[in-house]
């Protein structure tokens, strides 16, 4: 469990806006809450340049996280 939990504080601090898409994605998927929660956090603060990715157009294809994110925006 210790590393595990190293590897998610990695991947955390490395969110961009490049990658939170997809990790938030991912997070979803293997159930990782406090991985998803600071990908929807970093999604939040940096809503104008994750929206330009064209990764932001995943989203469509998982309602159920474009929900949760626009919820939090």
Known sequence: ARME???LDKIAESLNEVNCIEILIESTHFNLETLKK??????VAHKEEARKRRSWQ?????????????LAL
């Open 5 to 7: 939990n190293l590897a």
């Open 38 to 43: 600071d990908c929807v956090s970093y999604i």
């Open 58 to 70: 995943e989203l469509t294809k998982h309602p159920d996280i474009l929900l949760e994110v626009s």
